[in-house]
């Protein structure tokens, strides 16, 4: 007798999953740094990324700055502050300089780190634990389970809650933050993902082949410091759209 969908057996991997923790004596972060005009940052954030006393490669992509951005990431990779360095050759966008960052990524765990200070890596720690101890395959770093956040735009809120509220009825998943910068995950998955966007769309891509891909995800609060948008943010209400129509096609047409 075939059982009703709301008793049906759970499947083997719902029934027991087994911790995997990583080899604390061979394992090494990958830090993607996606780039676009932030030479008022760059050096500030990779102070901050290596005074972050974990095993780690940086990789640094820049999405053909016009501030002189580029130029500053080649004297830091020349200095040694930036292991790899991917120059692409015309601006594609956020989702696309992170995947060539995955590309050439090494490191048994990865975490997307923005340039424009608004996520610190003092929050790695609490993000990366999950993974390290074989809990989780990737940790979102939440904006909104009450770390502390500079105050800003109301709207901005409404809308990510928006967009996390529905990319989770078509993940069934429960995040409270799809759209937080601070995704980690294991260098291997992630690697192994069939990403496509380029723009912003990163974030609902990633979260949905995730979902697919029936990795176990945690959710730890982060501390944010929001940018203005006279301080150089630069999402904005069509991405907005843009990342409603992301989560429609990632979910249920790719």
Known sequence: MTMPASHA?????????????????AWRLSVLIPC???????????DRVHSTPLPKEIVCVDDCSTDGT???????????RIHQLILQPHNQGKGAAIRAA???STGQVVIVQDADLEYTPADWPVLLAPIIDGRADACFGSRF??????????WHSVGNRFLTTFSNMLTNLNL??????????????????????????????VTARLARAEARIY?????????????????????????????????LFE
Request: charged letters at 25%.
């Open 9 to 25: 057996a759970p499947s083997p991997m719902a029934r027991s999953t087994p911790l995997t923790p990583l080899d604390m004596n």
């Open 36 to 46: 676009y005009n932030e030479l008022g940052t760059i050096d500030t954030i990779l």
């Open 70 to 80: 580029r130029e500053r990431l080649q004297e830091l990779k020349a200095a040694g």
């Open 102 to 104: 995955l590309a050439a």
């Open 145 to 154: 389970l009450g770390g502390p956040h500079r105050v800003l735009y109301y």
């Open 176 to 205: 409270t933050d799809m759209e937080t910068c601070y995704k980690a995950m294991r260098g291997d998955l992630a690697r192994s993902l069939r990403l496509t966007a380029n723009r912003f769309g990163f974030e609902p891509e």
């Open 219 to 251: 959710e730890v609060p982060i501390s944010y410091s929001g940018r203005t948008y006279a301080e150089g943010k630069k999402i904005n209400w069509k991405d907005g759209i843009a990342a409603f129509w992301h989560i429609v096609k990632y979910n």
